[in-house]
């Protein structure tokens, strides 16, 4: 492979979250945060903007807006203009504000949990309760869609419904007829769709990510999509997301909600994603590989030497979704594995109806990370 995903920077002396939340003896295998060095060319195109030496505030960068649309037509056949393009800071951002612009003080959001936790909040942020759909574990360990629950959930206070495909923490990569089934429903109840799509360049061999907005033209006039690079090419602390909305209405709904609270994006977000979009592909390419042998190697130690604990092989994302509840581990997995294992997971009750006695692992991180981390957890349960 051209590029070495085994080197391990180190990361404690500048000031990262993910590895300075706990103290130095402590793997921290929580926070989706990739552990390897950022594309070449994205590295080098920062370089040469700052050299530059001025910072001013930035305007949109066209060609970066001719990028992404060609890069949705590629992908997914999507036709997308560039009025449909509004940069925000990040996609838990684009979340709180899609809230604020679709739904009332006293209206309801419709969510899938276990979900990401910003899910959660994000209605209530705008005053608005919550409406909860549970995913279904079924007895093959995979997750799936209750559609007559996902229905009878939403009642006439039900304004928006928020999506994550690819799903996190779970992993699924929902198929063209879980996402019409969806679709359908929220149309027939007159209800928005804000689909989070951070990971959709992030699938393994035999996925293919649909935007739930290239269903049909109804679908796309009711659906506000929200994509970034950041996740992809391991640039997250840049802070640049995109929101696609092709109902004019719609978005003009999202910037008068956005007005004198969102600011513009970062000027070097945009300096990366133009770089990581338009030569960050060989990278992305091997980097797919390498995450999925780690979650391969990550899936047979769990299978053969975790005993109690279960996991799916994840569909897309680099997260994985361990269940605890049959591991004889006393009390919380994720207290039980930071304190006898040293390892920092992600504690399964974070995010919300059926997390309990569940750990989220991030596996982007180099291999030795990874089987060190998981040593620990092996000798913590023996």
Known sequence: MKFNFDVMPDRRATESAKWNQYDSDVLPMWIADMDFLSPPAVIEALQQRISHGIFGYAAPIPELIEVIIERLDHLYGWKVHPEDILFIPGVVTGLNL???AT???GEAVLIQPPVYPPFLWA??????SRRDAVLMLEADGVYRID???FETTIDEQTRLFL?????NPVGRVFCRDE??????I???HHLTICSDEIHCELLFSGQKHIPIATLDHEVAAHTITLMAPSKTFNIAGLDFSIAIIQNPDLRRQVEKARAGMVPSVNLLGQIAALAAYRDGQEWLDELLIYLEANRDLLYEFVSEKLPGIKMQRPEGTFLAWLDCRNAAIPGNPYEYFLQKGRVALSDGRLFGTGGEGFVRLNFGCPRSVLTEALKRMQSALS
Not at 123 to 128: C, E, K, T, V, Y
Not at 179 to 184: I, V
């Open 98 to 100: 899609v809230c604020h």
């Open 103 to 105: 739904v009332k003080p």
């Open 123 to 128: 209605g209530a942020n705008a005053g608005a």
């Open 147 to 149: 559609f007559q629950q």
């Open 163 to 167: 999506l994550c495909n690819p799903h």
């Open 179 to 184: 996402l019409e089934q969806m679709a359908q």
């Open 186 to 188: 929220c149309l027939k």
